[in-house]
C-alpha cells in the first residue's frame, strides 16, 4: 500500500478517480461542490437535484470527469456524510473506507481523498489511512478460491494548507493503528483448531518481538503455584493448555504521573462449549470470537509500540479453551483465586469472569494502578445495547467518564451501567465468598461486572463487555462483516491523553 499527503491542487492528483465528502443538504452550487459540478458537465448537480443522492451517510455516488483534459483522474465519487453537525474527525475513516470498498469492487486501485474537514491535517490523514486499511479485510483467509483478491494499493490524502510534515506524522499514526486493527481481527477470525492457547501466545510473543515489546507467558505449572486456582477451573476441562500473556511497553523517557501504571486486561477464551453447562449447538460456532477482548489487547499493545507514548503500559491476556470432559469443572465447585478469595461455580459457561479474576488480579501485582478489562462477557449486553454500543461499568466515576469521552471521539459507543453495593450483595454465596453468576434472568451484565471487581484492590478499573460489538453479522459500507477490532482507537486516546 502507499500512501501520500497533498496540499497542493486536488484536481491535479495522478490517480483513477477523486473522492469528496458531502454533507446532507449540501447544493451543487456551494463553494465546496462547484468545482467539480463544472469538471462533470453539471452531473453533480444532475444526481442531487433527481434526489438520487442526497448526502446520507454512507450513500455514494459515482461519476465521470468531461471534459477529461482538465483533471488526471477519470472518476469522481461522492460519498454521503450526513449532516455536517454530526461530523468529527473519526468519521473521515468512515469516509475513506467507504470509499476504498467501493472502488475497489469497480477494480479502481488509486484515489485522492478531500475530506472537506475542519480538523487539524495529522488527524485528517490518520482517520484516512487508517480507514483505507481496515476496510480491506476480508474473512476469506482459508478459501482456496472465490477470494477477494482486488484491493486499491493507493491513497492520497488531501489537506489544504496542511503542514506536509503533519500529514507525514498522521499517515504513519493512521498506518499503525490500521494494522494493528487488522492484527486483532484476524486473530478473531482464526478457527479455534488453529488458534489455541498456545498458538494466541506465540503470535503474541513473535510480535512483541517484532515490536519491541517485553513479552512473558505463564504457563500452567506457574499459574497454578501462584494459587490461579479460578483462571484453571475454565482450563482444567480441555486439552488445550492455558497461557497467560504478559506483554509491557516501556518508554524511553515517561512523562506520565510517578507510580501510575495502565494495565489492558483481555478475556482469550479460543474456543468456549460452555463447560459442563454446555452451549447449545446452534451459534455455537461463534465462539471462536471469545477471545476478543485478547486480541483487542494484543492489538493495541502492538499499536503503542509503533505510535511510542511516553507513559508505560501493561497487558494481559488469559488465554483458555472451555471445555468437558471427565475433569472439567461441575456446577456446585468451589475454587480459590490467586487473591484467595473463594467461588462457587454454578455455571461453567460463566467462564470468561473466572479468569479475568485472576488475571486483573495479576495486572495489579504487578503495580497497576488503572485497569481496564475487555471481554466478550455476556449476552446479556447484547439484549441491553444492541450492536451499537460496548457497556461500560467501573468503579471510579471520573476513570469512566475519561473512557467514555475517549470512546466518542474515536467514533465508539460506551454505555454505562451501574455497579452499585446492592448488585454485589447478589452474587454472595452461602457457601463460599461469591458466586459466579446472580439471580436468573436479572441484570447478567452487571453480575459479570461486580464478579470481577471482587477481585481488584485499589486500582481504579473500568470493564468492557464487548460481546454486541466485537463481531459485525452484517457488511457495512466501509467494514466486511466479521471481527470489528471495536475499542482499539478507544484505549490508544486513553493511553496518549494519559502523557
Known amino acids: 500500500m502507499k500512501f501520500q499527503g497533498m496540499t497542493g491542487k486536488f484536481t491535479e492528483a495522478n490517480v483513477k478517480a477523486l473522492v469528496v465528502a458531502v454533507f446532507k443538504g449540501e447544493k451543487a452550487a456551494n463553494d465546496g461542490l462547484k ?5 462533470t458537465g453539471g452531473l453533480v448537480a444532475e444526481v442531487m437535484k433527481s434526489e438520487e443522492f442526497k448526502g446520507d451517510a454512507g450513500q455514494t455516488a459515482l461519476l465521470r470527469f468531461n471534459p477529461r483534459g482538465k483533471v488526471k483522474a477519470s472518476r469522481l465519487l461522492l460519498v454521503g456524510m450526513g449532516s455536517r453537525s454530526d461530523a468529527k474527525p473519526s468519521s473521515i475513516a468512515v469516509l475513506s473506507g467507504t470509499a476504498t470498498r467501493f472502488l475497489r469492487q469497480r477494480n479502481i486501485r488509486s484515489f485522492a481523498l478531500l475530506a472537506r474537514s475542519d480538523a487539524p491535517a495529522i488527524e485528517v490523514a490518520q482517520n484516512a489511512v487508517q480507514g483505507f486499511i481496515t476496510s480491506q479485510f476480508e474473512l476469506d483467509k482459508y478459501r482456496t478460491k472465490d477470494k477477494n483478491d482486488k484491493s486499491v494499493t493507493t491513497l492520497m490524502v488531501c489537506v489544504d494548507g496542511g503542514d506536509p510534515a503533519d500529514l507525514k506524522n498522521g499517515i504513519a499514526r493512521g498506518q499503525a493503528i490500521g494494522e494493528s486493527i487488522n492484527f486483532t481481527r484476524d486473530l478473531a477470525n482464526e478457527p479455534p483448531n488453529i488458534l489455541t492457547p498456545t498458538e494466541m501466545a506465540r503470535r503474541a510473543k513473535e510480535m512483541a518481538k517484532e515490536m519491541g515489546l517485553k513479552c512473558d507467558i505463564l504457563d500452567e505449572a506457574t499459574m497454578v503455584k501462584m494459587g490461579m486456582g ?15 500473556i504478559y506483554l509491557r511497553y516501556d518508554p524511553a523517557a515517561s512523562t506520565g504521573a510517578p507510580g501510575e501504571l495502565l494495565a489492558l486486561v483481555g478475556k482469550g477464551i479460543t474456543f468456549d462449549t460452555g463447560g459442563i453447562s454446555l452451549k447449545p449447538g446452534e451459534g455455537m460456532d461463534a465462539m471462536k470470537y471469545d477471545m476478543s477482548g485478547g486480541a483487542t489487547v494484543l492489538g493495541t ?40 478469595k473463594t467461588i462457587e461455580i454454578l455455571n461453567t459457561d460463566a467462564e470468561g469472569r473466572l ?20 471481554a466478550t462477557l455476556t449476552g446479556a449486553v447484547i439484549i441491553a445495547l444492541g450492536d451499537q454500543n460496548t457497556g461500560i461499568m467501573g468503579n471510579d466515576q471520573e476513570f469512566v467518564d475519561e473512557l467514555i469521552r475517549c470512546a466518542a471521539d474515536a467514533g465508539e459507543g460506551f454505555w454505562q ?18 458466586k459466579n453468576i446472580g439471580p436468573r434472568g436479572k441484570a447478567g451484565t452487571i453480575m459479570g461486572a461486580v464478579f470481577i471487581q471482587e477481585f481488584v484492590d485499589k486500582a481504579k478499573w473500568a470493564h468492557l463487555d464487548i460481546a454486541g460489538t466485537a463481531w459485525a453479522d452484517s457488511a457495512k459500507p466501509h467494514q466486511a462483516k466479521g471481527p470489528t477490532g471495536v475499542a482499539i482507537r478507544s484505549l490508544i486516546n486513553l493511553v496518549e491523553r494519559s502523557q
Request: charged share 20%; no cysteine; proline share 7%.
Open 230 to 244: 479460578s483462571l484453571m477451573s475454565v482450563s482444567i476441562g480441555s486439552e488445550q493448555p492455558a497461557k497467560l
Open 301 to 340: 499493545m502492538r499499536a503503542l509500540a509503533l505510535l511510542k507514548p511516553t507513559v508505560p503500559v501493561i497487558g494481559v491476556v488469559a488465554a483458555v479453551e472451555n471445555m468437558p470432559d471427565g475433569k472439567a469443572s461441575r456446577p456446585s465447585d468451589v475454587v480459590t483465586a490467586m487473591n484467595g
Open 355 to 374: 479468569i479475568l479474576a485472576d488475571a486483573v488480579h495479576y495486572a495489579e501485582k504487578q503495580g497497576a494502578t488503572r485497569i481496564v478489562d475487555m
Open 417 to 434: 451501567l451501574p455497579v452499585s453495593p446492592e448488585y454485589s450483595k447478589q452474587i454472595k454465596s452461602d457457601i463460599a465468598d461469591i
Open 35 to 39: 468545482e467539480f459540478d463544472k469538471l
